[in-house]
């Protein structure tokens, strides 16, 4: 991917973003994704050396342990996060989910539990989730696909709740029939 490709990805010509303008929640929305391609990659080199040290005598165990690596490998490329028409995007490896800004009553930290820290908390090695309140109900819900360190979720939760009072400020958009009507 292109470093144009990258800015057209997080930009988007999206008038949210040109109106904020904010290289920090770009730079922080561009870090989700970094931690799970980083273990990934660890992962897939630990079982390719694995597979290399032991080919001769247990292939299958060798080959059981980094296929899986490497499947999670390409799979985490796919995790991302960008703000598209007032909506934040969050790509995971398997499903993409979409929140509206004007329905979110605030964005919060959560310890990341999960995969990558075998259903543990994560709180002391310092890795947190964004966690997420909508209007319609009082109940949160964790974004594990937002898994980055706590320092980049933190700035990102404030980022985040900056703009949803934004967007939440800003008055819904005319159409040409009610224009028409005056």
């Known amino acids: 991917m292109l470093l144009s490709d990258r800015e057209d990805f997080y930009q988007n010509g999206d008038p949210l973003n040109q109106r904020h303008n904010d290289r920090a929640l770009a730079s922080d929305l561009q870090s989700i994704g970094r931690i799970p391609r980083l273990l990934s990659l660890t992962w897939t080199i630990l079982g390719g050396l694995l597979v290399a040290f032991t080919f001769p005598a247990i292939w299958y165990v060798s080959f059981a342990i980094f296929l899986p690596a490497l499947t999670s490998l390409i799979l985490s490329m796919r995790v991302k996060a960008r703000i598209d028409d007032g909506t934040l995007v969050v790509r995971s490896y398997f499903r993409t989910s979409s929140i509206n800004l004007k329905d979110v009553n605030f964005f919060g930290v959560d310890d990341y539990v999960g995969l990558w820290t075998l259903g543990k908390s994560s709180f002391l090695i310092g890795l947190a989730q964004l966690d997420v309140t909508v209007n319609s109900g009082s109940r949160s819900k964790g974004l594990p ?38």
């Open 145 to 182: 696909a937002t898994l980055t360190r706590t320092r980049v979720t933190k700035s990102l939760v404030e980022n985040l709740n900056i703009v949803c009072e934004a967007e939440r400020a800003t008055p819904p958009h005319s159409t040409a029939s009610e224009s028409n009507t005056e």
